[in-house]
């Protein structure tokens, strides 16, 4: 095989992609992110006996090159090894001033041209023990989660020490040969730094932008040319609606940035039109129509096409071979968009794909304002059961099992979701229980965190000893390394029982996922008829 990816849904055969990946990732940018990979966890290894000023250099290195390495990020070999070099740079200057003694397996004064050929040596399949390898993955895919929204945060101004410390720990201890049970510790623990880090995030994002806010958003288009903006990054389309005001040319989101209308301090920008297209992978078809200029902030980017090649662009930890990159802020400055704004204002304006609108924004706050108005409708009976059906889209049919549960599940059902998933259903269920819509949109994927607080709180206010005697059951959605994050976050606040599909993790091995069953009560989903009924029973 020339490479051994199996970090997302869409794996190959749900075993793992050995030639190319799915997402449409070469074997060559696979070995390249592997070499990576295992170079953060050789820095966290270093980083670990070092001083707190030398692990905070190392954390902000880590958590922006996992990111980079989460699936349909960066495609771009070269970016990718641009960080290979200031990793080793960055691993010497460690070593220099905390020497171990580790045995690496890597020549680190390697030529640039060896990257991707010395890189096969230490990716996945280095542990033989299929446990052991389950495990580590798990704790690493989940550490990846982390460090995307400890970055996010980051970038806004909001670090915690104690993140970056057990991203560095957790890391080297995947370079330690650690039975089973101390491992099994380091992927629970992840759980707990996911809750922080969450929680981190929604701080940064309510003291920089506003508690989100109940909003109807606009799905047409106007008669000006627009800037689209997908991705997850909000500092990146706050810096974008400035330099545009009066220009001209519109901005809408797309897929996860869609959230953003809901924070008040985007609503003063009266060229902020709205919301086009869908999830991440209608991708192609909605930057085909959309006709104008196209900012990818994050993940999750798709092989681009060349209907569009020449006005897309990417920024932050995103990227692909061929295509401009908006380069990085400089410290107290902006990123400069002047070269998105100028192609965008040669452009047509975009092609309408549907008209109405999309309401969301139920926030902690907003949801705790109106908090006797739900108690009041669970206690009369008329709300049954709350069903979380966050997380990710993807392109498999088999996922067309979340849209069907959605529809079948009955009126007096709500639904709370966060992330992509919610376009399987969002504009299709669209009722309301005595004013309390019937699907509560919380946000992006990182706020499933919101989602469990507000859990949590009913399980206070109906006075219950434990959060999993709620009328309350988990409908999750995967696709990537942050959901892994979310869901480690939900075993750590204590949550069981939850589904989780359109199918099980190819990394979880048999004797771990028999510990997930035995102590988290984690299951499959199957068909959405019987789900649906097994749900309404609390099952």
């Not at 030529?111 to 890189?119: D, G, K, T």
């Not at 560095?168 to 089973?180: F, N, R």
């Not at 996922?513 to 989903?525: A, P, R």
Request: aromatic share 8%.
């Amino acid at each position: 095989m020339s490479m051994f990816c199996f970090q997302c849904q869409e794996t190959a055969r749900n075993s793992g992609c050995t030639v190319r990946g799915v997402c449409g990732k070469m074997d060559d940018t696979a070995r390249l992110q592997d070499l990576l990979i295992y170079l953060s966890r050789r820095i966290a290894f270093a980083a670990e006996k070092c001083s707190a000023k030398e692990k905070l250099t190392a954390g902000r290195f880590i958590t922006k090159s996992l990111f980079a390495t989460i699936t349909n990020a960066n495609f771009d070999n070269s970016r990718i090894s641009e960080l290979i070099k200031e990793g080793i740079s960055l691993k010497k200057n460690l070593s220099a001033t905390c020497p171990d003694s580790f045995a690496d397996l890597i020549d680190w004064n390697m030529p640039e041209s060896e990257y991707a050929v010395r890189a096969e040596s230490i990716g996945v399949l280095a542990d033989s023990n299929e446990d052991i390898r389950s495990l580590k993955q798990l704790l690493i895919l989940g550490i990846k989660g982390i460090s995307a929204y400890s970055h996010h945060a980051e970038v806004l101004g909001y670090e915690k020490d104690e993140i970056y410390s057990f991203i560095i720990e957790g890391l080297a201890s995947t370079l330690k040969q650690l039975p089973a049970d101390k491992m099994t510790e380091y992927v629970l623990r992840a759980g707990e730094c996911a809750v922080t880090t969450m929680a981190l995030l929604h701080e940064a994002n309510s003291k920089t932008y506003g508690n989100k806010e109940l909003t109807e958003v606009d799905l047409g288009v106007r008669s000006n040319p627009g800037i689209l903006v997908s991705g997850h990054d909000l500092l990146d389309l706050e810096e974008l609606l400035k330099q545009t005001e009066g220009s001209g040319v519109d901005i809408y989101t797309h897929s996860e940035m869609l959230p953003a209308h809901y924070y008040p301090a985007f609503k003063k920008y009266s060229h902020f039109a709205g919301n086009y297209g869908s999830s991440w992978w209608h991708q192609d078809k909605d930057f085909d129509s959309f006709n104008g200029a196209i900012l990818m902030t994050t993940n999750c980017i798709i092989p681009v096409k060349d209907a569009y090649k020449d006005r897309i662009f990417t920024t932050g930890m995103a990227g692909y071979p061929g295509i401009k990159h908006v380069s990085d802020r400089t410290s107290g400055g902006q990123k400069d968009f002047s070269e998105v704004i100028n192609r965008a204002k040669k452009c047509a304006p975009p092609v309408e794909l549907e008209k109405g609108k999309i309401t969301g924004g139920f926030g902690i706050e907003q949801l705790l304002a109106v908090s006797d108005k739900v108690i009041e409708n669970v206690k009369n009976g008329s709300i049954k059961r709350f069903v979380v059906m966050a997380g990710c889209d993807g392109r498999h049919k088999e996922r067309e099992y979340f849209t069907q549960t959605a529809e079948a599940l009955p009126k007096d059902a709500v639904i709370l979701t966060a992330g992509c998933a919610k376009y399987r259903y969002i504009k299709t269920v669209t009722d309301n229980i005595n004013g309390i819509p019937r699907v509560i949109d919380a946000g992006q994927c990182n706020d499933s965190y919101t989602l469990a607080v507000i859990a949590l709180k009913l399980r206070e206010v109906f006075g219950l000893d434990d959060v999993n005697k709620l009328p309350l059951s988990f409908d999750i959605a995967w696709y990537e390394q942050k959901a892994v994050a979310v869901l480690l976050a939900l075993l750590h606040l204590g949550f069981k029982g939850m589904r989780l599909g359109p199918t099980l993790p190819a990394f979880v091995s048999p004797g771990v996922l028999k510990v997930l069953v035995e102590n988290f009560g984690i299951k499959g989903t199957t068909d959405a008829e019987s789900d649906v009924k097994a749900m309404m029973r609390g099952e």
